[in-house]
């Protein structure tokens, strides 16, 4: 039987089946048990469709839209994983879009006082930004809303940026 739980950011659900785990650590090669060193499976790089969803994918789950100073736009992922930065950082580049990345970072956790280390991706600018939206886009819908804020209800009129 499925377990559902929902928050304000996340839905979770759990199915219990053997084929699907073996679906996802056989075909797509995932490991199993804690995913602190994961990378985009081998089989996305094949095509570069598969390389756009799965980025939307990891940036609509983990990443964060953000506009700084003067409306300046940014994509900041932060992950446990170095290695699925690194990942995230070839895809963008094969896609011709360049990233940068900073890795190791020590922080410590506000309520059990522990340090944790966390790798982050950054996407900015307004050029890099339109070619993300064009190539790959959200379906986050808190990136969404600021989305259709940043750029206007025209069908998030891409001439404004």
Known sequence: KPYFKKNRNEMRIRVYSKGLVEFYIK???LPSGKKINIGVPQCIWENS?????????????DGNFQLRVNNYPQ?????SSKKLVE??????????????????????????????????LYLS????FRKY?????????????????????????????
Do not use: W
Request: charged share 25%.
């Open 27 to 29: 075909v797509i090669g």
């Open 49 to 61: 469709g598969f390389v756009k969803a799965c980025l939307r994918g990891i940036m609509d789950t």
């Open 75 to 79: 994509i900041k992922l932060g992950v």
């Open 87 to 120: 990942d995230c950082k070839r895809a963008f580049k094969i896609l011709g879009i360049e990233t940068n990345i900073k890795t190791d970072c020590t922080h410590i956790h506000s309520i059990t006082k522990r340090p944790y280390i966390t790798n982050y």
């Open 125 to 128: 600018g307004r050029e890099k």
């Open 133 to 161: 939206i064009e190539m790959i886009g959200f379906s986050n819908p808190n990136n969404l809303l600021k989305l259709q804020k940043y750029m206007g209800p025209v069908r998030f009129g891409l001439t404004t940026l």
